[in-house]
T-cell receptor, first 111, second 115 residues
Framework: DAKTTQPNSMESNEEEPVHLPCNHS???????IHWYRQLPSQGPEYVIH???SNVNNRMASLAIAEDRKSSTLILHRATLRDAAVYYC????????????FGGGTRLMVKP | DSGVTQTPKHLITATGQRVTLRCSPR?????VYWYQQSLDQGLQFLIQ???????AKGNILERFSAQQFPDLHSELNLSSLELGDSALYFC??????????????FGEGSWLTVV
């Protein structure tokens, strides 16, 4: 299985940018990089995904390394509502496209 | 609101009993996924259905079974319940299973407590 490695936890100050790293050195050419987050007592929520190019949406930006072995989720201005567990996941075409969750990064946002 | 509806939201039952968790996918989604989240195991994939047929199987116990009906809603049946089955059970849906670039939407979960 292609796996991802994320720091267990990170802290950020409110209204500052946050860079959440993810390593996926065994990624294959057809694997998409997905980010989901889970707020307390809620189901996981889609954040962003990409294949090779950097991606932007209203929630965040995704920066993908040229060799695709790592990526970074960027929250441009963290708010208290962004405190959650962030999961970096490789969506594997060969395995039915389900999401395989790892431990994720618990983001704490300080006011 | 993701559009995925799960019932019941909370359920307390005794060991040895059987329960059924229900999921209605987002309108237009043909694929349904079930996940289990416990404190010590994190989010574990259980099973996936697409248009009524089983598509992929994960770490689902033999005491658990699922099905997807013609109207696309799905049920997860948990039998001979044990204390260790206490967990949050999430249902998720997507348009189709063959799109690695597609989005999967999760429901709010059904919280099962076995006493």
């Amino acid at each position: 299985d292609a796996k991802t490695t994320q720091p267990n936890s990170m802290e950020s100050n409110e209204e500052e940018p946050v860079h959440l790293p993810c390593n996926h050195s065994t990624i294959s050419g057809t694997d998409y990089i997905h980010w989901y987050r889970q707020l307390p007592s809620q189901g996981p929520e889609y954040v962003i995904h990409g294949l090779t190019s950097n991606v932007n949406n209203r929630m965040a930006s995704l920066a993908i390394a040229e060799d695709r072995k790592s990526s970074t989720l960027i929250l441009h201005r963290a708010t208290l509502r962004d405190a959650a567990v962030y999961y970096c996941i490789l969506r594997e075409s060969q395995r039915g496209n389900m999401l395989t969750f790892g431990g994720g990064t618990r983001l704490m946002v300080k006011p | 609101d993701s559009g995925v509806t799960q019932t019941p939201k909370h359920l307390i039952t005794a060991t040895g009993q059987r329960v059924t968790l229900r999921c209605s996918p987002r309108s237009g989604d043909l694929s349904v996924y079930w996940y289990q989240q416990s404190l010590d195991q994190g989010l574990q994939f259980l099973i996936q259905y697409y248009n009524g047929e089983e598509r992929a199987k994960g770490n689902i116990l033999e005491r658990f079974s699922a099905q997807q009906f013609p109207d696309l809603h799905s049920e997860l049946n948990l039998s001979s319940l044990e204390l260790g089955d206490s967990a949050l059970y999430f249902c998720a849906s997507s348009v189709a299973p063959g799109q690695a670039g597609g989005t999967i939407y999760f429901g709010e979960g059904s919280w099962l407590t076995v006493v």
